[in-house]
């Protein structure tokens, strides 16, 4: 064998004992790197990729617990037993509420139907993604997004009503918001660096159609619901009450992903079903229990929503 030839194989394989088998990394770093290539650069605008173009979506079963209450999805709704002994059918009674306070509301128009998927479980939040169908006149609308609820809160569906179809200025509804847990601070960074929100702002003021880029969530507000059109492609928006169409896709130790529902901008958009993922700083008082959820330990995350409790929509 040549001198040159012998030279790089042994070079080769004295270079090959200094990297440590990928199989034989420790768990948390394994952990660590998984996280960090999740998280990156919050997405443009995402959807339910997992859960499209499926003719037959199977249902799958899950089951959890904590300290005050088990958890029961099977397809046709989130049941929850409570250590008091008392027991909710989560979604059934969500319907029911919601239904009989929409149709007194309103008398040209009236509910089909409720559509509900759990989108992640952690404490005492329960987020899910919803889809009403309503007849006014001889058309049919349908309203999709999501929702937080907490359920330490006493009687939390009779609280709600029209507001899940119709923003009601400050009124309460029921439904958690992001400010509830951040500050409209951390929501304007965390706005501003969503690249559909950040190059639409850094377009307009470079165009001269904004003076000076927004400083606040107020203003941010502002130029969205002037300038719709500007963002998203133009088909899709942020709804007036976006703070509340919300839920928790995915944490590590420094971030939590939230996803936040989008209006489409025209009726033919509305099956598109499209979200903005804006990434937030980790909270102290939350993080512990995300973490758990993320991992699978006592909850999930919106990551593993479609892997845990499958496709199927609980119909009411």
Same mark, same amino acid.
């Given at each position: 064998m040549k001198p040159l030839k012998l030279f790089v194989l042994v070079f080769i394989a004295f270079a090959a004992s200094f990297v440590e088998p990928k199989n034989q990394r420790k768990p948390e770093l394994i952990e660590t790197l998984?996280?960090? *290539?999740?998280?990156?650069?919050?997405?443009?605008?995402?959807?339910?990729?997992?859960?499209? +173009?499926?003719?037959?979506?199977?249902?799958?079963?899950?089951?959890?617990?904590?300290?005050?209450?088990? !958890?029961?999805?099977?397809?046709?709704?989130?049941?929850?037993?409570?250590a008091n002994g008392t027991k909710t059918d989560f979604f059934k009674d969500a319907a029911q509420t919601l239904r009989s306070k929409f149709e007194r509301q309103t008398r040209t128009c009236r509910s089909i139907d409720y559509h509900f998927r759990v989108k992640s479980i952690f404490g005492d939040y329960v987020s899910f993604e919803f889809e009403e169908s309503t007849v006014c006149g001889p058309g049919t609308y349908i309203k999709w997004g999501y929702r937080?609820?907490?359920?330490?809160? *006493?009687?939390e569906f009779t609280k709600l009503g029209r507001e899940i179809e119709h923003g009601d200025g400050e009124a309460k509804t029921g439904f958690v918001s992001l400010k509830e847990f951040y500050s409209a601070d951390e929501i304007f960074s965390a706005l501003m660096i969503a690249p559909p929100i950040r190059d639409g702002i850094a377009r307009m003021f470079g165009e001269g159609r904004i003076a000076v880029k927004p400083t606040s969530l107020s203003e941010l507000e502002n130029v969205l619901s002037? +300038?719709?059109?500007? !963002?998203f492609d133009g088909m899709f928006f942020l709804p007036e009450r976006y703070l509340e169409g919300f839920h928790f896709h995915d944490a590590t130790s420094e971030f939590v992903i939230v996803k936040v529902n989008l209006q489409a901008s025209s009726h033919a958009g509305h099956a598109?079903?499209?979200?903005?993922?804006?990434?937030?700083?980790a909270?102290?008082?939350?993080?512990?229990?995300?973490?758990?959820?993320?991992?699978?330990?006592?909850?999930f995350l919106g990551k593993d929503s479609t892997s845990l409790t499958g496709c199927v929509w609980a119909k009411f």
């Open positions: 998984q996280a960090r *290539e999740r998280i990156q650069e919050p997405q443009t605008v995402t959807g339910n990729e997992d859960c499209r +173009n499926q003719e037959s979506p199977e249902t799958a079963v899950w089951q959890g617990a904590d300290a005050d209450r088990k !958890f029961l999805w099977n397809g046709r709704d989130l049941s929850i037993a409570y937080t609820v907490d359920l330490s809160r *006493e009687q002037k +300038n719709a059109y500007e !963002f598109m079903q499209e979200s903005l993922e804006i990434k937030l700083p909270k102290p008082n939350l993080q512990k229990q995300l973490l758990s959820a993320s991992s699978n330990t006592e909850g």
